[in-house]
């Protein structure tokens, strides 16, 4: 296939998608939501407030700790390999390179990730 | 042509309905949603026809007006055992009886379908809650991040979490009365910190629910107490049953609501138990908690109270049941899963109990103290409102622990049956 017909196919394809979007959003257009309408339902109770609201993900320090451990495994792999090569530098780097993720385990310990709750 | 077609098609489909359920209509509610053309759904947004069932407040009605304008249009009314609002008077549908209902649902439901029928006007104004508007001369600034309220609503203030003291958005809102997993009239005001429930209060008592005939009888003369303990069985399985709609059992709780009707003196609950074991209902979210104090249990009075390990029960002084062997059952721990394993355990004893009493032909000795499904019933005296004890139970709970606690308990006050019988 020609550099010209993928060319050609992309761009019939953006404006097929183009399209496609303009006719989805027909049937919507020039209709404004009435305000009625657009107040959540609470079986005929009101909002207070936005339900824009901050609140904490109380996961985010599990996260944390994931991804500590993941990436310490993931660099350990190909490390495994270049060891045998390199030998002594490899485990320094290593070492180095470890320190530093503890200290995101160490963090986690402190904000209590180990307790289970 | 093809729309006419497609129009035809769709009128085939069960009937979506929301039903706003003022005083005593839940039971019939409940009874019709069996229909198999028409579907009880959850929420507005996916109603076609609103259903306004029962007598309710003037002060019910902005909430019905938001609920009313919430449907998408076109939407009909039907109204059944209540008056029309104003505005919709003109064009409202009445149910005269019950039966009916199902017929003119669908009529209804057609007729719009196939633009017969035009769609009901709103009846709240298309405004924002509040303007836009901030502090400044030109609507600017304000406090916080914001500009005034954008698209009319202010933005949450930040405040301490509940539980690590965080400076977090709570969310605050009400709910009710119309919202079917609260007891009908029941209103409540929340304040969540993420899904937690931080903070409850009760902003409108829910209806008082009048108890099964023979109860009312029972206050008046001797009955047989197979009838009695045959409305006591069915009263409970049909708050099981509607607990199991609130946790989204909902074809469970269908079979279950099926089954009542049916049921003889003398049944096995048995199967009943093994089935809900297996649908994991008494393990769900929330099952744990919503453990009553003794205190709180002792103002519910009741198969709660007995959960919780108060053998209450008037039972126990009519001599007619001590005959039969009748003894109080009890659990101890109190939670939402001993409340529901009550109701069963009760509904069975009742079953049983009945089968006995039938045999003997056996009565009531006593009129001036008997025990409702509710809790002790007397002459000027029935269950109050224990909707606040709600305020001291959910808060701490997260939001699926709430509902199940809210499933799990029956609130509402009992209407006095002598009143009844003399109005």
Same mark, same amino acid.
């Given at each position: 296939m020609q550099a010209n017909d993928l060319f050609t196919l992309m761009i019939v394809s953006l404006v097929t998608f183009a399209?496609?979007?303009?006719? !989805?959003? +027909?049937? +919507?257009?020039?209709?404004?939501? !009435?305000?009625?309408?657009? !107040?959540? +339902?609470?079986?005929?109770?009101?909002?207070?407030? =936005? !339900?824009?609201?901050? +609140? =904490?993900?109380?996961?985010?320090?599990?996260?944390l700790l994931l991804i500590a451990f993941e990436m310490e495994m993931m660099f350990m792999y190909p490390w495994a390999v270049v060891y045998v090569a390199e030998g002594v530098k490899a485990l320094v780097e290593m070492g180095m390179f470890l320190a530093i993720l503890s200290i995101g385990i160490l963090y986690g310990w402190r904000e209590g990730v180990f307790k289970w709750q | 042509m093809a729309m006419n077609w497609l129009a035809r098609l769709a009128c085939k489909a069960p009937v979506p309905i929301y039903p706003a359920i003022g005083r005593d209509a839940l039971d019939q509610v409940q009874d019709w949603s069996l229909d198999a053309r028409l579907q009880w759904v959850r929420s507005p947004r996916q109603a076609r026809i609103l259903l306004v069932a029962g007598e309710m407040m003037?002060?019910?009605?902005?909430?019905?007006?938001?609920?009313?304008?919430?449907?998408?249009?076109?939407?009909?009314?039907?109204?059944?055992?209540?008056?029309?609002?104003?505005? $919709?008077?003109?064009?409202?549908?009445?149910?005269?009886?019950?039966?009916?209902l199902g017929a003119l649902a669908c009529e209804g439901y057609r007729s719009l379908l196939l633009n017969e029928r035009h769609g009901e006007s709103p009846l709240c104004a298309d405004k924002p809650p509040a303007p836009w508007e901030g502090l400044g001369e030109h609507g600017q600034g304000g406090e916080g991040m914001m500009g005034g309220k954008p698209y009319g609503r202010p933005m949450a203030m930040t405040s301490d979490d509940l539980r690590d003291g965080l400076e977090l958005d709570p969310l605050a809102f009400s709910v009710g009365p119309f919202w079917p997993v609260l007891a009908p009239g029941l209103s409540a005001h929340f304040v969540l910190h993420g899904d937690v429930v931080a903070e409850l209060d009760i902003t409108s008592m829910p209806c008082p629910v009048e108890l099964p005939a023979p109860f009312g009888q029972a206050l008046q003369q001797p009955v047989a107490i197979a009838d009695l303990e045959m409305a006591r069985a069915r009263y409970h399985l049909r708050r099981l049953g509607h607990?199991?709609?609130?946790?989204? $059992?909902?074809?469970?709780?269908?079979?279950?609501?099926?089954?009542?009707?049916?049921?003889?003196?003398?049944? #096995?609950? %048995?199967?009943? @138990?093994?089935?809900? @074991?297996? $649908?994991?209902?008494?393990? #769900?979210?929330?099952?744990d908690k919503g453990k009553l104090s003794s205190d709180q249990a002792e103002r519910l009075g009741g198969p709660a109270a007995r959960a919780a390990g108060l053998a209450l029960d008037a039972r126990v002084h009519d001599r007619e049941y001590r005959k039969l062997g009748f003894e109080p059952?009890?659990?101890?721990? /109190?939670?939402? @899963?001993? @409340?529901?394993?009550?109701?069963?355990? %009760?509904?069975?004893?009742? $079953?049983?109990?009945?089968?006995?009493?039938?045999?003997? /032909?056996?009565k009531t000795s006593q009129t001036e103290l008997i025990e409702s499904p509710r809790g002790i019933v007397q002459h000027g005296r029935a269950p109050e409102d224990a909707s606040s004890i709600l305020c001291d139970l959910l808060p701490g709970l997260e939001w699926s622990e709430a509902i199940a606690t809210i499933a799990s308990l029956d609130l509402a006050a009992v209407a006095e049956p002598a009143d009844r019988e003399s109005s």
């Open positions: 399209v496609g979007l303009v006719l !989805a959003g +027909f049937p +919507f257009s020039g209709r404004d939501i !009435a305000w009625p309408q657009r !107040a959540p +339902f609470l079986g005929g109770g009101v909002p207070d407030t =936005h !339900a824009w609201s901050r +609140f =904490h993900v109380r996961y985010y320090p599990m996260t | 003037p002060d019910a009605h902005p909430a019905l007006r938001r609920i009313h304008d919430q449907l998408p249009a076109p939407a009909v009314t039907l109204w059944w055992r209540c008056t029309p609002l104003d505005e $919709l008077a003109d064009r409202a549908i009445v149910v005269e009886d019950i039966e009916q607990s199991m709609w609130i946790n989204g $059992l909902e074809s469970a709780s269908q079979a279950v609501l099926r089954r009542i009707p049916t049921l003889q003196p003398g049944d #096995s609950i %048995e199967p009943w @138990r093994r089935w809900l @074991r297996r $649908l994991g209902f008494f393990v #769900s979210a929330g099952a059952i009890c659990r101890r721990s /109190g939670t939402c @899963r001993a @409340r529901w394993q009550q109701w069963l355990d %009760e509904a069975a004893q009742s $079953l049983n109990l009945a089968a006995r009493a039938d045999s003997t /032909g056996a």
